[in-house]
């Protein structure tokens, strides 16, 4: 499976944007999908994840804001985040693993950069 992320861009405090994850290769119907992000210095935080049956949770540090949403038509996964802050700066990367119970995600995509300018 590859994987795809688009969307990142330049915003400004408060603003929207929305991610799209692309996947290539094999159906991730049946994947748990998740997206993570990254700032230098910091750990890894997953941020929003969602199973193969649209069970959706968040980090605390979004929920209420984010929302993660999958096409399986399209074979993609999508973040929509709002009222985006200066501390959601960071580079984004949806992951996949074939099952829920699965301990990592073994297929990661390329990242995409969010600037949230305060």
Do not use: H
Not at 24 to 31: A, E, K, L, N, V
Not at 50 to 71: E, L, M, P, Q, W
Not at 75 to 96: I, R
């Amino acid at each position: 499976v590859q994987l795809q992320a688009s969307g990142g861009g330049l915003v400004q405090t408060g603003d929207s944007l929305r991610l799209s994850c692309a996947a290539s290769g094999r159906s991730i119907t049946s994947f748990t999908m998740a997206w993570f992000r990254q700032t230098p210095g910091k750990e890894r935080e997953r941020v929003a994840r969602i199973t193969s049956i649209d069970i959706t949770s968040y980090s605390d540090s979004v929920k209420g804001r984010f929302t993660i949403s999958r096409d399986n038509a399209k074979n993609a996964v999508y973040l929509q985040m709002n009222n985006l802050k200066p501390e959601d700066t960071a580079v984004y990367y949806c992951a996949g693993k074939k099952s829920s119970q699965a301990l990592t995600y073994a297929y990661w995509g390329q990242g995409t950069q969010v600037t949230v300018s305060s």
